[in-house]
């Protein structure tokens, strides 16, 4: 018996929970680098990397910077997802952790514009560059590596413990920066700011211990066994399934709800426009996020139940109507109104659609493809998510408070995302061996689908 065949009986032993638990620190851990960029951006880099002399303008190309690392995560998921469809999910989770580790460990470490004029933002710009291509591969391989563990019936469920994990990264990046944007403004603008990329060394540490253990998944290791691994994963993938990319491009522009949320709103509510306190400001992400690690995998175990369609779409149409609730809210400077809506919004409906998209796009996708086609969809999407940011700053107006068309711009890529997400199959009860077979395609679901549906 061929290992291969030895998939509809008894394949190499999985482990979901391993893989899970994995997956979650490793993202927490990575994304707490990635964000912690986001608020820096919003409330420090404008006076420390940019010109003071024109506040507006400091922040508008700050902004800017937190997105160029989503227009250089299509070219690391190009070169990463190669590599993780070759060489394995294990070791490309390994790579992008140390990757972003140094990267904002040397953000810490940058000089100033008041030290070095002009070559100060073009430092901060290379080493986001370095973070955006860690975190194209870091998602779709956690994600690869998650649902090709997990158990038939409960890949949402499972799946989505990558994600919370990135929600976890995010709120660890906030808590870390609550304190120090309550520091003495002298302060906060010399050394206070570097602490929070400093201590990224010890994340990643920690981060390498767990993920150098973990070992890879049976699916891969049965296609590297029969020979089924695809030698040139990018052009498999575009000749059988450049469909399925599109759709995942499109879907993927609910991220835009999350960079409004986390990056605009901030700057927003901080902004004299609305006066709000930063501190404050910070803790309705805290709040959001904490609430979101507890829904994100209530609602992928509801997507195991009924399907992953009605689930995203509840969070994706669900976020279209409450972003114009939540920038309301944070434009009459009532914070009971900013925390509650902030908290529904964020942590309660945007989790439907957020906690459901690592099941959904992965299961769209045959092994041989699948950390490639994920990565590459994603994060052309992510791109594009991440400008909403410089997207918005246009839009708000010399004043910074036209949030309703803020509002009307984010509830626009909801609505791209859903229909989407409406021309997709629904792939929750579909057996791991199938996922992503085409008819009439037989060399592309491998010989591993086709043992499946003998």
């Not at 979650?24 to 990397?49: M, N, Q, R, T």
């Not at 940019?50 to 227009?71: K, N, Q, R």
């Not at 306190?277 to 959001?288: E, F, I, N």
């Not at 890529?413 to 997709?424: D, P, R």
């Amino acid at each position: 018996m061929s290992a291969l065949s030895s998939e509809a009986g008894a394949p190499p032993p999985a482990r979901p929970r391993k893989a899970a638990v994995a997956a979650w620190i490793g993202s927490a851990l990575e994304y707490y680098d990635f964000f912690i960029y986001g608020s820096a951006a919003a409330l420090v880099f404008p006076k420390v990397f940019f010109d003071p002399s024109d506040p507006a303008t400091a922040t508008l190309i700050s902004l800017a910077t937190f997105g160029v690392a989503y227009a250089a995560r299509p070219i690391g998921a190009l070169f990463l997802g190669h590599f993780g469809d070759r060489l394995g999910r294990r070791k490309i989770m390994v790579f992008t952790l140390m990757l972003m580790g140094l990267s904002t460990f040397l953000i810490g470490c940058l000089p100033t514009y008041a030290q070095v004029g002009t070559a100060a933002p073009v430092l901060l710009v290379l080493m986001r560059v370095l973070q955006g291509l860690s975190a194209a591969g870091e998602q779709a391989s956690a994600n690869s590596m998650t649902l090709e563990h997990a158990p038939e019936g409960r890949r949402g469920y499972y799946t989505s413990f990558a994600l919370n994990g990135t929600q976890a990264g995010q709120i660890i990046a906030t808590l870390v920066f609550i304190p120090v944007a309550a520091l003495p403004e002298e302060q906060l603008y010399t050394w206070g700011w570097r602490l929070p990329f400093l201590v990224s060394v010890v994340v990643t540490a920690a981060g390498y211990l767990i993920r150098r253990k973990l070992s890879e998944t049976p699916v891969f290791e049965q296609a590297a066994a029969d020979d089924a691994v695809a030698k040139l994963p990018l052009a498999d993938l575009l000749r059988n399934h450049w469909v399925d990319v599109l759709r995942v491009i499109a879907a993927a522009l609910i991220a835009t709800v999350s960079t409004i949320f986390s990056v605009w709103a901030l700057a927003y509510a901080t902004s004299d426009a609305v006066g709000l306190d930063k501190s404050a400001m910070l803790w309705v992400g805290v709040l959001s996020n904490a609430v979101a690690l507890l829904a994100i995998p209530l609602w992928a175990k509801l997507s195991d139940r009924i399907g992953r369609k009605p689930v995203f779409l509840t969070g994706s149409l669900g976020s279209a109507v409450m972003i114009f609730v939540y920038l309301w809210a944070v434009s009459t400077g009532s914070y009971p109104l900013v925390f509650i809506t902030g908290i529904a919004f964020f942590g309660v409906v945007y989790s439907a659609a957020n906690g459901i998209w690592p099941s959904f796009y992965g299961e769209m996708f045959p092994t041989r493809v699948r950390l490639s086609g994920m990565a590459i969809g994603t994060q052309i999407g992510f791109a594009v998510a991440g400008f909403a940011v410089s997207f918005a700053e246009r839009i708000a107006g010399p004043g910074g408070d036209n949030w309703l068309g803020v509002a009307a711009f984010t509830a626009g890529t909801c609505v791209i995302c859903s229909l989407a997400v409406l021309t997709g199959r629904e792939t929750h009860k579909v057996p791991t061996a199938l996922l992503g077979e085409k008819p009439g395609v037989p060399e592309d679901s491998g010989s591993l689908a086709r043992t499946a549906s003998a």
